[in-house]
């Protein structure tokens, strides 16, 4: 059974930073890509960034270009999110997703694998 696990999460104060880690099993991690989601209270979920399979390709949501860095490990199975610079706006529960597209779109689509999620709280 394929299994998507966030960590990571925490309470920050805005400009601070966190760094996300999503694991991954069940599955040959390098032949999927991977994305993060988020998701504030009362909104839709949206895409936050993903990475194509090989790493070699990001999309960046126009609100955390230059502000958050995904990446990943093929080799212990694991994609990161490191938030820099965070905003009060950055506030909600972030997800890993494995096996959808990556394009600039980042469409939260209900296909592939997804997490259960990790909270992120900034405040100002």
């Known amino acids: 059974q394929v299994q998507v696990k966030e960590s990571g999460g925490g309470s920050m104060q805005a400009g601070g930073s966190l760094r996300l880690s999503c694991t991954a099993s069940?599955?040959?991690?390098?032949?999927?890509?991977m994305a993060w989601f988020r998701q504030a209270p009362g909104k839709e979920r949206e895409g936050v960034s993903c990475?194509?399979?090989?790493?070699?390709?990001?999309y960046y949501a126009d609100s955390v270009k230059d502000r958050f860095t995904i990446s990943r490990d093929n080799a212990k199975k694991t994609l990161y999110l490191q938030m820099n610079s965070l905003k009060f706006e950055d506030t909600g529960m972030y997800y890993c997703?494995?096996?959808?597209?990556?394009?600039?779109?980042?469409?939260?689509?209900?296909?592939?694998?997804w997490g259960q999620g990790t909270q992120v709280t900034v405040s100002s």
């Open positions: 997703a494995a096996g959808l597209p990556c394009t600039p779109r980042i469409q939260p689509l209900s296909s592939g694998y």
């Open positions: 990475i194509t399979l090989s790493g070699g390709t990001t």
């Open positions: 069940a599955f040959v991690f390098d032949t999927v890509n």
